[in-house]
């Protein structure tokens, strides 16, 4: 028998027209769920919370924690005294609406108690708030450790979402190694990440250095904190909002829902092959602990292995991997490869557009081409980096550590690469400006170059040793 609802529901239900009932839905917020709320700040004191790290003063006033800005003080944080591993959180948070400085709350953070000299340091999950121009709110900060998981471009829908100077409701699903954050209702990061199971949660004031001690005095107000612990109910993934998953050579079910397939087991060459060959190099790879791995052997370009290609071609796709090079290393990411075509004095590497991987600091390759066309993460030999806009961002690469890079590659045309959540190119394949870049690289007597129908997706052996995993592909349509 269906649940019946009460004659006085019933006569306001029939009370209200259909065009207000639809208005209505479509003006609503995501109803998300809801559980066994415990409220984590009683509005009167500050009781189950202390300050672990900075100067920043934190005071209760008209039911909210007030955090405000000191001079010369690192970043503060007022943490939970208790852990939290798997919850929900929620809560309210609003800042001064003239030179807000950016902030956030940590999840799952620990404390590295001072020594030698060094002040208390905070490290973990953050959850961006972020009133600057680049409107970062919602994504998600590995503070004092990896930097940025997930950067608000990864989802430009989150740049709207957040309004300094008025009340702001933040919530974050952290369940498993599902990591989720919404802002206002809306998603806007979504990571799968298993480094920390579990911390405090803590309340960030920015730092203020001595040489700007008008920073000093802005304010962040925080009301209406409340967390489930127990009994959660994940919100259903939403298809759109882009997962970065940092676990090696994994698909979550938020990935398989949206189409993303593994192109490299972590274990095998299955759907793999050596460039111009039928078979897999017999010598110059390697794959151990889930990394496919190009050898070193002097910088010579595919006089080693040579260059590796998946048996599948590919058209219209989104690719995403983690590479990790040594320092000084050249590599490459290339697509649309057609192998029939030799480089420049034939042979080498097979011919493609190219994703470069490169030391910028120690590669010579940095310095030659055309303004800086041959450096990470541009499209070698045709389109410099947009370095602009990585700089300063926390997301510049370094040697040894693992870096993210993704490819999109539309039906239409425009393509985009991405390093570390941040767009250093984007380009119509086919159009006049790429062709009139074309007619001044190196390829300018390659016929058709980077214009074939479709093509595999080529990991280069250019003499260094780079190691590949978490190869993902989605077609697009």
Not at 133 to 159: F, H, K, Q, S, V
Not at 228 to 244: C, I, K, M, N
Not at 246 to 256: H, I, K, V
Not at 435 to 442: D, F, P, R, T
Request: glycine share 10%; net charge positive; hydrophobic share 40%.
């Amino acid at each position: 028998m269906k649940p019946s609802l009460p004659p006085n529901a019933r006569r306001r239900v029939r009370a209200l027209s259909l065009p207000w009932l639809l208005s209505a839905f479509a003006l609503a917020p995501l109803a998300l769920q809801a559980g066994p709320w415990e409220p984590l700040f009683n509005g009167r004191d500050l009781s189950g919370w202390k300050q672990v790290a900075g100067n920043a003063t934190y005071e209760v006033a008209a039911g909210c924690i007030v955090g405000t800005t000191v001079n010369n003080s690192p970043n503060s944080f007022l943490a939970t005294e208790r852990p939290y591993g798997d919850f929900i959180l929620e809560m309210e948070v609003m800042q001064d609406a003239e030179q807000a400085k950016n902030g956030g709350v940590q999840f799952r953070s620990e404390l590295r108690p001072a020594q030698n000299g060094k002040p208390p340091l905070v490290f973990g999950y953050q959850f961006e708030i972020d009133p600057a121009p680049r409107a970062w709110t919602g994504g998600i900060y590995d503070e004092a450790r990896r930097g940025w998981l997930y950067t608000g471009d990864m989802n430009p829908r989150g740049a709207t979402l957040y309004r300094t100077g008025q009340w702001n409701r933040l919530r974050i699903e952290a369940i498993g190694s599902s990591l989720r954050t919404w802002v206002n209702g809306v998603p806007v990061a979504s990571v799968a990440d298993s480094l920390t199971p579990a911390g405090f949660i803590a309340l960030q004031v920015h730092s203020v250095s001595k040489t700007d001690p008008a920073a000093a005095g802005r304010k962040t107000r925080w009301r209406d904190i409340r967390i489930q612990t127990r009994d959660l109910v994940p919100t259903p993934d939403d298809a759109s909002v882009f997962q970065r998953n940092l676990l090696p050579n994994d698909l979550s079910p938020a990935e398989r829902a949206a189409g993303w397939r593994l192109l490299w087991d972590g274990s095998t060459t299955a759907g793999w092959r050596g460039a111009r060959k039928t078979t897999f190099p017999a010598a110059g790879w390697k794959i151990e602990n889930g990394e496919l791995i190009v050898n070193e052997s002097g910088g010579a370009e595919s006089k080693n292995g040579g260059d590796i290609v998946t048996e599948a071609e590919f058209s219209a796709f989104e690719l995403q991997l983690e590479f990790k090079f040594t320092p000084g290393a050249n590599s490459g990411v290339k697509y649309f490869v057609v192998e029939k075509l030799d480089s420049i004095g034939g042979g080498g590497s097979a011919i493609g557009l190219e994703y470069q991987i490169l030391d910028d600091k120690k590669h010579p390759d940095a310095k030659l081409g055309r303004d800086g066309n041959r450096c990470l993460a541009g499209l070698y030999d045709l389109i410099a980096p947009d370095t602009l806009r990585v700089k300063g961002l926390g997301v510049i690469p370094k040697p040894g550590e693992w870096q993210h890079a993704r490819i999109v590659v539309r039906p239409d045309g425009h393509v985009e690469h991405w390093l570390n959540g941040v767009r250093t190119v984007a380009y119509e394949r086919g159009s006049a400006e790429f062709n009139a870049l074309v007619a001044i690289s190196k390829y300018k007597k390659t016929p058709g170059f980077g214009l074939a129908p479709k093509g595999p997706i080529l990991l280069q052996d250019h003499g260094n040793q780079v190691r590949f995993r978490s190869i993902k592909i989605r077609e697009l349509k």
